[in-house]
């Protein structure tokens, strides 16, 4: 059996007077990819925050090891005047107050890892949506988190970016690293992870293989769009 990298039991999240997540239990194990999928407002958002610690529940537990929320495309300033080597080494959990020659050296050799060696000197908008995403992978990589967190990584990329995308984080699964992805996008993402959960109203309305989302699942987990995110 897998070591688990994320165990939740009986997570509950309210804002204000309204529920947001009932009575959440799941885990996801080292070297699984995980898929959350919901209509807006179901949770999704939330629980991948929960699962980063930006969110406390009101009830139940969470128990993690270190996680990393991966950066969205155009999260990062198209100004920023860092080189896409420097925003790598910034992933780095022991770093000080300026970059270290070892840090810089293990940000390139992940880049070299992810199909971007030879433009370490480039900037974040001379990349294209493909590599921009790498970068972040990378940078993620860096912090040497037991998971990776992405919410809606495919917003606004083309069908290219997706499956590109997709393949880096198989490879970066092999190797251990727990991957969870809040997405809508059910085809091309939800369909090529290990596991899916879909989320209803804040509950688990269905736990298992990406091959059971069929027609009939899908239209009750979209049914409700309640906005509660």
């Known amino acids: 059996m897998r070591e688990k990298s994320v165990k939740l039991?009986?997570?509950?999240?309210?804002?204000?007077?309204?529920?947001?997540?009932?009575?959440?239990?799941?885990?996801v194990e080292r070297g699984e990819m995980l898929s959350i999928i919901g209509s807006s407002g179901s949770g999704k958002t939330t629980l991948a925050k929960v699962m980063?610690?930006?969110?406390?529940?009101?009830?139940?537990?969470?128990?993690?090891?270190?996680?990393?929320?991966?950066?969205?495309?155009?999260?990062?300033?198209?100004?920023?005047?860092?080189?896409?080597s420097?925003?790598?080494?910034?992933?780095?959990?022991?770093?000080?107050?300026?970059?270290?020659?070892?840090?810089r050296r293990e940000a390139e050799r992940?880049?070299?890892?992810l199909g971007l060696g030879g433009l370490y000197n480039r900037r974040i908008y001379e990349l294209s949506g493909g590599?921009?995403?790498?970068?972040?992978?990378?940078?993620?990589?860096?912090?040497e988190a037991?998971?990776?967190?992405?919410?809606e990584p495919t917003s606004g990329a083309d069908a290219g970016v997706t499956l590109e995308m997709m393949?880096?984080?198989?490879?970066?699964a092999t190797?251990?690293?727990?991957?969870?992805?809040?997405?809508?996008?059910?085809?091309?993402?939800?369909?090529?992870?290990d596991r899916a959960v879909a989320l209803r109203d804040g509950g688990v309305f269905y736990d298992g293989l990406p091959c059971g989302l069929d027609e009939d699942l899908i239209k009750h987990v979209y049914a409700s769009q309640r906005d509660a995110r």
């Open 9 to 27: 039991e009986g997570v509950s999240v309210r804002y204000r007077d309204t529920s947001v997540l009932r009575d959440v239990s799941l885990q």
């Open 52 to 84: 980063c610690g930006v969110v406390k529940p009101d009830s139940g537990q969470c128990f993690t090891g270190l996680t990393w929320m991966v950066k969205q495309l155009g999260e990062t300033s198209q100004s920023t005047p860092y080189k896409i």
């Open 86 to 103: 420097e925003i790598v080494s910034l992933g780095s959990r022991n770093r000080s107050s300026f970059i270290t020659r070892a840090e």
């Open 110 to 113: 992940l880049l070299d890892e």
């Open 131 to 143: 590599q921009q995403q790498r970068t972040y992978i990378a940078q993620a990589l860096m912090s």
């Open 146 to 151: 037991e998971t990776l967190i992405l919410d």
């Open 167 to 172: 393949e880096v984080l198989r490879k970066v």
């Open 175 to 193: 190797e251990g690293t727990a991957i969870v992805i809040a997405t809508h996008d059910i085809e091309r993402v939800a369909m090529k992870t």
